[in-house]
């Protein structure tokens, strides 16, 4: 029944990824405070996909393809990535001074770090990495549509 009424005041929004604004916030299995918290996010900044809105609720997915619903406040507009994959050799992600995958390699960012995306174009995301600015390839992120470019 539960999983009824969540469903009924549902509106579909455009699919879009924002990040955790906070660093504590309650995922709930429905859009309001009478429905149980399934888990609770405790990284600021995580990616993550919003699928639908109900009021002031968000319907979210992670990287990991798990949802539930989280209060609008605990979200922002700051576009975050998780790297979601390693190069075909295994190695971990290399981040290039260019969008290039020539150009100088200024680090490596393991599968499962959270970075900041500056823009994203040509299928090149450019990101802060702890300090370090420099481009991805977009295919290893997820927090990114495939060609999506933003500045």
Not at 38 to 44: A, E, I
């Amino acid at each position: 029944f539960e999983a009824d009424k969540a469903r009924s005041d549902v509106c579909s929004s455009d699919l879009r990824f924002v990040s955790l604004k906070s660093g504590k916030a309650n995922v709930r299995r429905g859009p309001g405070t009478d429905f149980p918290i399934d888990w609770v996010y405790l990284k600021r900044g995580v990616p993550l996909e919003v699928i639908a809105e109900s009021n002031n609720w968000r319907r979210i997915r992670d990287h990991e393809g798990d949802g539930g619903w989280i209060w609008h406040t605990m979200l922002g507009g700051e576009r975050t990535a998780i790297v979601d994959a390693t190069a075909e050799s295994g190695e971990p992600a290399a981040i290039h001074a260019q969008p290039d995958a020539r150009a100088e390699v200024l680090a490596y960012a393991e599968r499962g770090y959270v970075a900041r995306i500056q823009s994203c174009s040509a299928n090149w995301c450019r990101l802060d990495a702890g300090g370090i600015e420099g481009w991805i390839e977009q295919r290893l992120l997820w927090g990114v549509y495939a060609g999506e470019t933003f500045e």
